[in-house]
């Protein structure tokens, strides 16, 4: 496949809390930087993801007394997985890794300002009401195929490649440029659910100039 220009490239939450180091560490994060930035070099158009949390949110296990991080909780929406603190606004842990070379990146999206609501994805908020805008944008501009990539694949790059293919893009997400955090068989869950909605999961390999 060759990249062109109805084609986009999601980079989701390479942010610092993500990689080593950081509040919420992805198991071998850091490894997806290097194709992320081979990838993006074949993208004309790519856009970024930041996750951006105001402190005290509700999806952090220290707002709620006497949990842990990783715990299941029910919010008014329904089942959230319980955090660390992390990607507070404004922290360093926030910010996107400057180990990103994508000058040419044309939006970054900030999700997970409200603080009632996670977001996982870049487009729809966890209470799977609240519209990011992201859908509009892209199909204002007249995308028709969506790459995903990044931190962490069962999540925020799982949830984003979800909500992609019901906006109704070709989707597409790129594993060797996504890792995952895998709590409590998120990783299975999140690889049946990209199948059961039509996500193609592909390597990095299969994109031509990458
Ligand atoms: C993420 C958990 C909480 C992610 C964000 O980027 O996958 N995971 N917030
Ligand atoms: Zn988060």
């Not at 707002?63 to 991080?69: A, D, E, I």
């Not at 044309?106 to 609501?117: A, M, P, T």
Request: with cysteine; proline share 5%.
């Amino acid at each position: 496949m060759k990249p062109g220009d109805q084609d986009i490239l999601i980079v989701t939450d390479v942010q610092y809390d993500f990689l080593p180091g950081g509040a919420l560490a992805v198991p071998q994060g850091g490894e997806v930087i290097d194709p992320i930035n081979r990838l993006a070099k074949a993208f004309r158009h790519v856009v970024l993801t930041q996750d951006w949390h105001p402190k005290g949110h509700a999806s952090f296990a220290s707002n709620h007394p006497g949990r842990q991080p990783f715990e299941m909780i029910d919010l008014h929406y329904g089942p959230q997985v319980l955090w660390p603190d992390h990607c507070v606004q404004s922290t360093p842990g926030a910010e996107i890794s400057r180990e990103l070379d994508i000058p040419h990146a044309q939006l970054v999206i900030r999700k997970g300002y409200n603080q009632d609501i996670d977001s996982y994805s870049g487009f729809k908020e966890a209470d799977r009401q609240t519209q990011t805008g992201l859908a509009g944008y892209l199909k204002e501009r007249g995308f028709r195929r969506v790459f995903c990539a990044g931190l962490a694949l069962d999540f925020c790059v799982a949830w984003t490649a979800l909500d992609a293919a019901a906006a109704g893009f070709d989707t597409f997400l790129i594993e060797d440029a996504s890792r995952a955090i895998d709590t409590n068989g998120s990783l299975v869950r999140a690889q049946n659910d990209l199948s059961a909605a039509g996500v193609n999961i592909i390597g990095s390999a299969q994109l031509e100039g990458a």
